[in-house]
């Protein structure tokens, strides 16, 4: 009896290392398979994001020569069209572009780019107007105390005296004022008692936003400003004053002249005049920022063609001038006079006529 339950004893342990060794087997079989799915997995995850970074590049490549065109068209005219670029910008990419005219209007510019980077190829068309330059020595951008190259939003705490314009759509809330025109290229809504002593007018034409050449500026400028600053003392304008970075206003201004800033600029209380016959204007190719309660005695103007450029507030600002951005987002109090401006803005007589892109799309 003692023999035959060692016997038994024996097959059993048998038996169970025969499964455990048969489970191992299957366990390890089950982890080579996942293993070999998620190696398979990460090699394709390698290979998409490569694919993507390639077409990426391509796709910037070709952006890249619309902007190159573009510069080209605005610096030398469209005398010698159709034309073609080809630039090697880029490690192993290069974008080719053609300019050439469409229709039947000498102002109607056709741009067709093809980025290549690495076997991809990524391609866009543009069409677009050259501006003509404006009749009087401003762009006519500046013909109105608020204009926003988006929608806008009025609310009861917006006081203006001259026109309004936006190439969006406008909204007026509660009770905002304005003594002049309100003008959109689309849609006008007015949810409460908006007091607007001109014309409202909907679905108007576009009126583009003319360039900030900062080439040109930086050329042009008396005096030039590396790196960020602050003018909070009495500051001396003669001719163009450029500051290759931030800017934080918070003093008076003597003489006549433009601030061209490449950065942002803060506004922490008053800009003026230190005499009635003193004017500035700020030209920003960042975002502009009211804090607290400020006067502002000249002219705000934010624009860039690549990030929209933003002037905003939360506090209290009273502007005798205008403000033109391409986004306008005030929350706080808004009160501005129009005053016409008399330093040399962007889309000036002097300047080149701009090319200004009115149809995009991409084709492959």
């Known amino acids: 009896m003692r023999i035959a339950l060692l016997r038994t004893r024996d097959s059993i342990q048998r038996g169970a290392r025969g499964f455990a060794l048969v489970a191992a087997i299957v366990f390890l079989f089950v982890i080579l398979l996942l293993g070999g799915s998620m190696i398979s997995?990460?090699?394709?995850?390698?290979?998409?994001?490569?694919?993507?970074?390639?077409?990426?590049?391509?796709?910037?490549?070709a952006e890249a020569g619309i902007d190159y065109a573009a510069w080209q068209l605005y610096n030398n005219g469209s005398d010698d069209l159709p034309t073609t670029w080809t630039k090697y910008p880029f490690d192993g990419g290069r974008f080719s572009v053609t300019a050439k005219q469409w229709g039947s209007s000498a102002n109607t510019i056709e741009l067709t780019s093809t980025g290549v980077y690495r076997g991809w190829t990524s391609k866009v068309k543009v069409v677009g107007v050259f501006l003509d330059n404006p009749t009087g020595p401003q762009n006519p951008v500046f013909n109105h105390a608020l204009f926003s190259d988006a929608d806008?939003?009025?609310?009861?705490?917006?006081?203006?005296?001259?026109?309004?314009?936006?190439?969006?759509?406008?909204?007026?809330?509660?009770?905002?004022?304005?003594?002049?025109?309100?003008?959109?290229?689309?849609?006008?809504?007015?949810?409460?008692?908006?007091?607007?002593?001109?014309?409202?007018?909907d679905h108007q034409p576009r009126i583009p936003m003319p360039a900030i050449d900062l080439a040109y500026y930086r050329a042009n400028a008396?005096?030039?400003?590396?790196?960020?600053?602050?003018?909070?003392?009495?500051?001396?304008?003669?001719?163009?004053?450029?500051?290759d970075g931030d800017a934080t206003i918070n003093g008076r201004f003597r003489g006549k002249g433009v601030i061209v800033v490449t950065g942002s600029v803060h506004i922490n209380g008053n800009a003026s005049l230190v005499n009635p016959t003193d004017e500035f204007a700020i030209i920003c190719a960042g975002g502009v920022r009211v804090n607290g309660n400020c006067h502002i005695e000249g002219?705000?103007?934010?624009?860039?063609?690549?990030?929209?450029?933003?002037?905003?507030?939360?506090?209290?600002?009273?502007?005798?001038?205008g403000v033109a951005a391409d986004v306008i987002d005030c929350s706080g109090t808004l009160k501005v006079t129009y005053k016409q401006v008399d330093v040399e803005m962007p889309g000036n007589n002097a300047a080149p006529p701009q090319f200004d892109a009115v149809s995009w799309r991409r084709i492959k």
């Open 222 to 243: 008396t005096t030039i400003i590396e790196g960020d600053h602050n003018f909070n003392n009495d500051t001396d304008l003669d001719g163009i004053t450029f500051v």
């Open 152 to 201: 806008l939003t009025m609310g009861g705490t917006f006081d203006l005296i001259g026109d309004v314009h936006a190439n969006g759509n406008i909204t007026m809330r509660g009770g905002p004022s304005v003594d002049g025109d309100v003008s959109a290229m689309g849609n006008i809504r007015q949810q409460g008692s908006a007091d607007v002593t001109g014309d409202i007018l």
């Open 41 to 61: 997995q990460a090699v394709q995850e390698m290979s998409n994001a490569s694919r993507i970074k390639k077409e990426t590049a391509a796709f910037n490549l």
């Open 299 to 321: 002219w705000i103007y934010a624009h860039n063609v690549e990030v929209p450029s933003v002037f905003e507030g939360n506090g209290s600002a009273e502007i005798i001038g």
